[in-house]
Nanobody, 116 residues
Framework: QVQLVESGGGLVQPGGSLRLSCAAS????????MGWYRQAPGKQRELVAS???????NYADSVKGRFTISRDYAKRTAYLQMNSLKPEDTAVYYC??????????WGQGTQVTVSS
């Protein structure tokens, strides 16, 4: 069982920045693909960005050039740096850890609100 704890959400003005963190409880953090998903009211949960154990990254078209996903193996933590935030980025952001054999795990979510 892997526990994921997100932090860093909040209220920010359009054009601002936030950095989300996801701390993982597992000592096998390095084998998981880490991802950030988001869900806005009335919409389905969608992938924002992911990073594999080999540090290959993938981004949704809507965030390319604005968001950056990274991971710190020593701290067992994944990050999502969000710049140039827009009102349409408002959502609950969820951290995900995925491995084909070890399983699929979710954090509790952190609210990001972009508003003036």
């Amino acid at each position: 069982q892997v526990q994921l704890v997100e932090s860093g959400g909040g209220l920010v003005q359009p054009g601002g920045s936030l950095r989300l963190s996801c701390a993982a409880s597992t000592s096998m953090f390095n084998i998981y693909t880490m991802g950030w998903y988001r869900q806005a009211p009335g919409k389905q949960r969608e992938l924002v960005a992911s990073i594999t154990s080999g540090n290959s990254t993938n981004y949704a078209d809507s965030v390319k050039g604005r968001f950056t996903i990274s991971r710190d193996y020593a701290k067992r933590t994944a990050y999502l740096q969000m710049n140039s935030l827009k009102p349409e980025d408002t959502a609950v952001y969820y951290c995900n850890a995925r491995h084909t054999i070890m399983g699929n795990y979710w954090g509790q979510g952190t609210q990001v609100t972009v508003s003036s």
